[in-house]
């Protein structure tokens, strides 16, 4: 199978099922913002010298092409067809006590903090705002999205500003006041 198929060649791009759309609709741009996030927490896995903060990364990495691909799904027929393709209330609360384990390492936050540290860190802070973006994409879908989505959404942006906190503070990195 070749990577170029030109059927977007005039600016449409297939949703699952098959439906074509604009590849300016706002459901392509929030999958495409969820993507971009995904290639950022690549990133920051890749500068990840901490295995378990690799592996977190990669199982974000797994969640989020499940985000996006039920963003890709409005009619919602992906459930029946791939399992791990669905993300459940279980995948919230799975982030929800990695937030609560990794906080109990840190230091309480007493002010606000400049993005910033080591690689993985910045790498993370940046991935926390792409996250905002993506969340702002998927609350203004039309129709809305399975509610599920947006409290995992909501909570990996929580999740990455503890684990850019977390990478920093296991590498030795000082966090900056604002």
């Not at 198929?5 to 913002?33: H, I, M, N, Q, W």
């Not at 500068?47 to 996006?68: H, M, V």
């Not at 606000?112 to 998927?138: D, K, P, Q, S, Y």
Request: aromatic share 4%; glycine share 8%.
């Amino acid at each position: 199978m070749k990577i170029y198929t030109k059927t977007g060649d005039a600016g449409e791009t297939s949703l699952f099922g098959g439906t074509r759309v604009s590849k300016a609709d706002p459901r392509v741009a929030a999958y495409g913002d969820v993507d971009e996030l995904n290639a950022q927490i690549g990133v920051a896995r890749a500068s990840a010298t901490d295995t378990d903060i690799a592996a977190e990364l990669l199982q974000l990495q797994r969640d989020l092409f499940a985000l996006g691909a039920q963003l890709a799904d409005p009619n919602q027929k992906i459930a029946s067809n791939v399992s791990k393709a669905v993300l459940r209330d279980a995948d919230v609360l799975r982030l929800e006590q990695l937030i609560d384990r990794l906080e109990s390492e840190l230091s309480p936050l007493r002010h606000f903090i400049l993005a910033g540290g080591n690689a993985c860190g910045a790498a993370l802070h940046v991935a926390r705002a792409v996250c905002r973006r993506a969340e702002r994409g998927i609350v203004a879908l039309d129709p809305a999205v399975d509610p599920v989505l947006l409290k995992y959404i909501n909570r990996l942006s929580d999740l990455l500003f503890v684990l850019a906190r977390t990478a920093n503070q296991r590498g030795g990195a000082v966090e900056t006041p604002w």
